[in-house]
């Protein structure tokens, strides 16, 4: 028997004494990912795409998703699609462009080809098969066994028996809902994507992206940068809370001093970006009366789905999602998130404050990438050394964005999946 | 610029590659005009794209370029701390574009980075745009197009390229 089949959480936890531990083995342990693999990257629902990555009929992008190879694609009606990128004859990969413009799909292998909704449309040598053969649905690209999509952002799941999405997101819908509505005319996935890997765990980077306990430490070279430029912060201090939402998700909102191109201004961006912020919040007033526009514009957001989303709305909006390569492993994408009818200002604002904060260029994320290496290094110890505390702000009523509330969150229902218990 | 050989820009771009190396990064930023940009695009982009319009791993003005120079040379770069080492390898130098006020430079680069037991290999090409000023070559722009599937395995580019 291996050390995870002994075990039976990885957690422990004592609410009145504000005990709060993760079990480092968690980190580290081949057996643990072979459970994750089949508990909850089978079972949960995985972000596969933004809709606005497929504007056109024909348009497709391939991606890994859960393991899995992807073709996301709008059909000739318009109808986005999410299918296996496997070829049902002998196995291929059917599409081997990351993204592009397609009138159908071929296979190169022998041959057959599809039409964007993956009904198998000719193969070579038609004649020597069963006459009902192209009328078979396991003749076609398989479609994966669930796809639903909300304010477009769209998932799919491997668990045909899954509950719906709308179900799954439950109160995450209405944080995706404050960030979409931002946008008048939609948002929309800016061209150019982040990939990168980091020798560290998968859950590592979860609970960074939703950790304001870093942010002076981790980030001290960061906030120099910000007192060095001209006006590069505004008067606000960071200040927020931390939200469980349930099913794993959890949510940090918050003041921060940084710019945000919907909608706090910040001496740098000068008179004329003054008007420009000031029209982008006058919009959203008229749209959405003046507290949600307030909540919109001067709140930022690091948002967590369950089990590998990210959309944080801070000084842009990125969409971040990652999986595990090996325990110690895992590869990242990220994108950047824009309203559609942004003008060409505020997109270029927007796009230097991702890259100056976000990304594995940036003044941020490769120190954020160095502590989860180290993180990874540390476990080297677990043996020994065998728990990590998140128990900040266990005692308080409503724990602060630089608690760790929304890392229990995750991890109490990790653990539920994993070992299929309740703590 | 009619009187610069390929051999003055070489010799310029491997002294270039030994500041990177040597760490002294506030000399190589003198390399520079005032004006200057440093540029490494995502890697599914087109190479001669506008980070106005999408997303790029680095995209420096003079001004940002000298901030990443000061965040680099301090212990608070936990990423660079203590600082990797480096090797800067220049290659297939050429100069593509000649004219009165400046010169397109293209080489090949493959730089090594070396830190905690772990090597990375960063490759791809360069881009210049070089200039004369006060007799002395500087960079304009220097944009480095990585020829790997974004950054996996190497994680970022906490070092310049
Ligand atoms: S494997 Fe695709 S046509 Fe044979
Ligand atoms: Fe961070």
Redesign the interface.
């Known amino acids: 028997m291996n050390a995870f089949e002994r075990m039976n959480t990885a957690l422990m936890v004592d609410e009145a004494k504000q005990i709060f531990k993760v079990s480092r083995q968690a980190f580290v342990d081949p057996d643990i990912l072979a459970a994750e693999r089949s508990r909850i990257f089978d079972k949960c629902w995985l972000y596969l795409g933004h809709s606005s990555e497929v504007p056109k009929p024909g348009d497709f992008v391939t991606r890994q998703v859960g393991g899995r190879n992807i073709l996301f694609a709008r059909d000739a009606k318009g109808a986005l699609r999410a299918m296996l990128n496997t070829c049902p004859h002998r196995g291929a990969q059917v599409c081997r462009e ?2 592009g413009n397609a009138k159908s799909f071929q296979c190169f292998y022998h041959g057959w080809v599809f039409g964007l909704d993956g009904a198998l449309r000719s193969q070579p040598g038609e004649a020597s098969y069963a006459p009902d053969f192209k009328e078979r649905s396991t003749s076609n690209l398989q479609q994966v066994a669930r796809f639903e999509g909300y304010r477009d952002f769209n998932f799919v799941c491997f668990d045909k028996n899954a509950e719906s999405l709308d179900n799954y997101l439950g109160a995450v819908k209405e944080y995706l809902d404050v960030i979409a509505d931002q946008a008048e005319a939609g948002m929309t996935i ?10 560290a765990n998968w859950k590592l980077l979860t609970e960074n992206s939703i950790d304001g306990y870093h942010a002076l430490t ?1 980030h ?2 960061y906030f ?2 910000l007192k ?2 001209n006006g590069g912060l505004a008067p606000v201090p960071l200040e927020g809370a931390a939200r469980d939402l349930g099913n794993g998700h959890a949510v940090l909102e918050y003041k921060a001093p940084w710019g945000r191109p919907v909608a706090q201004w910040i001496p740098m961006w000068g008179e004329d970006g003054k008007k420009e912020i000031d029209r982008l919040y006058q919009d959203l007033v008229k749209r959405h009366g003046e507290e949600r526009a307030k909540r919109i514009a001067l709140f930022n957001r690091n948002l967590f789905v369950f089990p590998n989303l990210v959309v944080n709305d801070i000084m842009a909006v990125t969409v971040r999602t990652y999986y595990p390569v090996a325990p110690d492993f895992m ?1 990242i994408s990220a ?2 998130l824009a309203p559609k009818e942004e003008t ?1 200002w505020a ?2 604002y927007r ?2 404050n ?3 904060f976000l ?5 941020a ?3 954020d ?3 989860l ?1 180290q993180c990874q ?1 540390g476990f080297r110890n677990s043996a020994e050394a065998q728990w990590n505390d998140i128990s900040k702000g266990m005692g308080k009523p409503v724990p602060a964005y630089d608690d760790e509330l929304q890392m229990r969150a995750f991890w109490s229902n990790w653990n539920r999946h994993v070992f299929q218990t309740s703590i | 610029m009619q009187n610069i050989s390929r051999a003055d820009i070489e010799d310029f771009l491997f002294a270039e590659a030994d500041l990177l190396d040597e760490w002294r990064l506030p000399e190589w930023l003198e390399l520079f005009t005032e004006d200057a940009i440093y540029y ?6 087109a190479p001669d ?1 506008s ?9 420096d003005d003079r ?2 370029l000298s ?2 120079v ?2 680099l040379m ?1 212990r ?5 701390f203590p600082h990797s080492r480096t090797r800067h390898l220049v290659s297939n130098v050429r100069i593509r574009n000649r004219s009165e006020a400046e010169l397109e430079v293209g080489s090949s680069f493959i730089t090594y980075r070396t830190k ?1 037991g ?1 090597t990375d290999t960063y490759f791809g090409s360069n881009r210049y745009r070089i200039v004369v000023e006060n007799g002395r070559l500087r960079i304009k722009e220097k944009r480095c197009l990585l020829d790997s ?10 070092i310049i390229l």
């Open positions: 990351k993204h800016v061209g150019g994507t982040q990939e990168y890997s980091m020798r981790t001290a070279t120099d940068y060095a430029t590869n994108w950047a060409d997109r270029k796009l230097y991702f890259l100056e990304g594995p260029g940036g003044f994320t490769p120190d990438v160095e502590a290496e290094r | 490494v695009p995502s890697t599914d982009v794209s980070p106005d319009k999408t997303l790029f791993y680095v995209a001004f940002r901030e990443r000061k965040r301090k608070t770069a936990h990423a660079e905690d772990i599937d974004g950054l996996r395995t190497q994680g970022r580019v906490s």
